[in-house]
């Protein structure tokens, strides 16, 4: 069955810090990948996706990046954490075409001081 | 560009009443999906329900269910029965469908439900 790992849980990081959330799926080949972020009483907004290896595609201009450096790994990345960066992080995958369900991780939540 | 309201910041019932949640959205498109995702403390999303634009009938998924109207642009989530599991926040979401989901989902800001024993 397929599953999605994302780590760390929790987080707590300095301004200026860098930043690497990784999540990787397993049982699925060729996933659509996607990371979203939660502000405080917020709903989700979608950062980027990746429809294969190395191809991102960003929707908000921001502070983060993302890498797929294989297929089933997607990375959250950023050089110098803000303040504004704190937040509730979510993986998610949809296994390609023709599927109707979104898949979430566990979530990452960081907090920046 | 689409948008999804939710216009009810927090909602109450009474264990094993019925309690409905609204949803609205804007989109020029005329096919889609439709979300309902449920977000407990543990935060985990969890997909309560979907709905099909081009599907004129309601999904319902046991004690769940919806009244979607498309030409008003709206999509309200009915719990029926409801049970102290189903405390939580509550999401309206948006997808487009291009021979599928896209995966790119425009979520509304929430509803808080709590459920009175």
């Known amino acids: 069955s397929q599953t999605i790992h994302q780590w760390p849980a929790t987080l707590v990081q300095p301004v200026g810090s860098p930043l690497s959330l990784e999540c990787t799926v397993e049982g699925t080949s060729n996933p659509n990948l996607y990371w979203y972020r939660q502000a405080a009483g917020r709903g989700l907004q979608l950062l980027f996706y990746s429809v294969g290896i190395g191809q991102i595609s960003s929707e908000v201009p921001q502070n983060l990046s993302a890498s797929r450096p294989q297929d089933r790994q997607f990375i959250l990345s950023s050089k110098k954490l803000l303040l504004s960066d704190s937040g509730f992080y979510l993986c998610?995958?949809?296994?390609?075409?023709?599927?109707?369900?979104?898949?979430f991780g566990s979530g990452t939540q960081l907090s920046v001081l | 560009a689409q948008t999804v309201t939710q216009s009810q910041p927090e909602m109450s019932v009474q264990e094993a009443e019925t309690v409905t949640l609204s949803c609205t959205y804007d989109?020029?498109?005329?096919?889609?999906?439709l979300f309902w995702y449920k977000q407990p403390p543990s935060r985990q999303m969890i997909l309560v329900i979907r709905?099909?634009?081009?599907?004129?009938q309601n999904a319902t998924e046991n004690r769940f269910s919806v009244n979607f109207q498309k030409a008003a642009k709206s999509f309200s989530l009915k719990i029926s029965d409801s049970q102290l599991g189903d405390a939580a926040m509550y999401f309206c979401a948006y997808d487009m469908n291009y021979g599928g989901s896209q995966g790119n989902l425009i979520f509304g800001k929430g509803t808080k439900l709590s459920v009175k024993p």
């Open positions: 998610a995958w949809l296994p390609g075409q023709q599927n109707e369900k979104l898949f």
């Open positions: 989109t020029s498109e005329s096919d889609y999906y």
């Open positions: 709905q099909e634009a081009y599907k004129q």
